[in-house]
């Protein structure tokens, strides 16, 4: 079953989604897409989740698509096609679900990151890397540009960088990946659970209501002109002013106090 592909852990408001594949490097197969997209639309509908940290089992993170998959397909009718369509469409789906989670996704990176992994470490909200974590999006090596992992990696990362990578199949290591802004943090290997839990708690500890509103507008201003931007920006801020939380987070920062929420 699906579910058997991802396990779900509950810290307090933080929720950890697991792949559990690494024996078969977390590829990106049908099956741990269902798996990932069914866990993003519980936690989507769950107000007590504040912050998420995907991660995983085994030596990577993911390796991308299955490629022995893929090339099953090709013995279909259509010479694979309809197969394929559904798998890129399907994948467009789950990378766009983190990207509309109201809650932050911070991914936790170990091994390595490549193709469609790297597409997954992109869509992510925010990302925590091992130190000697590889990323790559490496399918021009085997005659496939990594037109789909493309999309998040270029609002990741400055699109000349991007290009270099896509075009070149060369790994880049998690010092580049922190310098680029493609993780936020890279931490040695014993310290990444706990590094990216301190992270997600610390994310948790805020007004939910508020990082829900700033995430959202985070992501709808990106695609925006500037004069677009301000606008849709300041009605978010007028909306975030209008809660009474925020009231009471301004009057106890004028008196000098902590904010009393009461959840």
């Known amino acids: 079953m699906p579910d058997s592909l991802i396990r779900q852990e509950n810290h307090g408001a933080v929720t950890r989604l697991v792949m559990t594949g690494g024996a078969n490097y977390n590829?990106?197969?049908?099956?741990?897409?269902?798996?990932?997209?069914?866990?993003?639309?519980?936690i989507a509908a769950d107000d007590t989740v504040r912050a998420v940290i995907l991660a995983a089992e085994g030596k990577a993170f993911s390796a991308g698509h299955d490629l022995r998959q893929m090339q099953a397909a090709r013995s279909d009718a259509d010479g694979g096609r309809a197969a394929y369509e559904t798998l890129f469409a399907d994948c467009a789906q789950v990378m766009q679900k983190i990207a509309a989670l109201p809650q932050p996704v911070i991914a936790e990176v170990q091994g390595i990151a490549t193709a469609a992994g790297c597409q997954l470490v992109a869509s992510c909200d925010m990302a925590v890397a091992a130190e000697g974590v590889r990323f790559g999006v490496n399918g021009i090596n085997?005659?496939?540009?990594?037109?789909?992992?493309?999309?998040?990696?270029?609002?990741a990362i400055p699109p000349r960088a991007a290009f270099e990578l896509l075009v070149t199949g060369e790994f880049?290591?998690?010092a580049r990946a922190r310098e680029l802004g493609l993780v936020?943090?890279?931490?040695?290997?014993?310290?990444?659970?706990?590094?990216?839990?301190?992270?997600?708690?610390?994310?948790?500890?805020?007004l939910p209501s508020a990082v829900r509103l700033g995430k959202r507008a985070f992501?709808?201003?990106?695609?925006?002109?500037?004069?677009?931007?301000y606008r849709s920006g300041g009605a978010t801020m007028c909306e975030?002013?209008?809660l009474p939380e925020t009231d009471e987070g301004l009057n106890a920062f004028l008196e000098k106090r902590p904010p009393s929420w009461a959840n």
């Open 184 to 206: 936020n943090r890279v931490v040695p290997a014993a310290e990444l659970a706990a590094s990216t839990m301190e992270l997600a708690q610390l994310v948790a500890s805020k």
């Open 240 to 242: 975030n002013m209008m």
């Open 172 to 174: 880049m290591d998690a």
């Open 27 to 42: 590829v990106l197969s049908a099956e741990m897409l269902a798996a990932l997209g069914q866990a993003l639309d519980r």
């Open 219 to 229: 992501r709808e201003q990106q695609g925006l002109s500037l004069a677009e931007a």
């Open 142 to 155: 085997i005659g496939l540009f990594c037109t789909t992992p493309m999309i998040a990696l270029t609002r």
